[in-house]
């Protein structure tokens, strides 16, 4: 690595690790505890690497919805880039019908796992679900209800996965009118 250039591997944080080993290998005192503490190091540096960029998505995503996804910013770009793509947009349409068809599912016997989803909730939101599964599919939706039915999709806080029909049956409709 150069002096003045930065590294630029696949892994968030470079390998500094080796050195480490080096020193393990030949029986260094201090190797072991150098080589572990780097490892640690290495996996927090990891972690907050992919959490920033899961941050940064979910930022991209309410500039979107928000309708200001002509930003001079790559990240942007990229997001809109992907959003705009059928094979995206098909796959939250399969999503959503795959969320109605729980909805009319019985629960397994065997299951130990609870559902992160309210089969009261989804089955209330049924129709709504398929309508809007049928509007991606079709192609053609602006951005701004893609971004707005993937953030529902895969945001923890969105309110799919809540107990209350009410606010998933507007954010439903915001979707669908968005998608227009």
Known sequence: MRAGKPWRGSSPSPPFNSGALALWWVNASYGRALTLGAGVVQVALGLRWASLRVQRREL???????????????????????????????????????????????PCRGEWQRPIHSRRVLTATK??????????????????????????????????????????HEELARGSYLLA
Not at 65 to 73: K, S
Not at 76 to 91: F, M, Y
Not at 132 to 153: H, M, P, S, T
């Open 60 to 106: 991209c995503l309410e500039l979107v919805i928000a309708g200001r996804d002509h930003l001079p910013l790559a990240a942007v770009a990229r997001e809109r880039r992907r959003l705009g793509s059928p094979r995206c947009q098909a796959q939250l349409a399969t999503c959503l019908e795959n969320l109605a068809d729980i909805a009319t599912r019985k």
């Open 127 to 168: 129709p709504q679900l398929r309508g809007v599964a049928a509007r991606l599919r079709a192609g053609g939706g602006e951005l701004r209800g893609v971004a707005l039915i993937d953030r529902l999709v895969t945001s923890g806080a969105s309110p799919l996965y809540g107990e209350r029909v009410g606010p998933l």
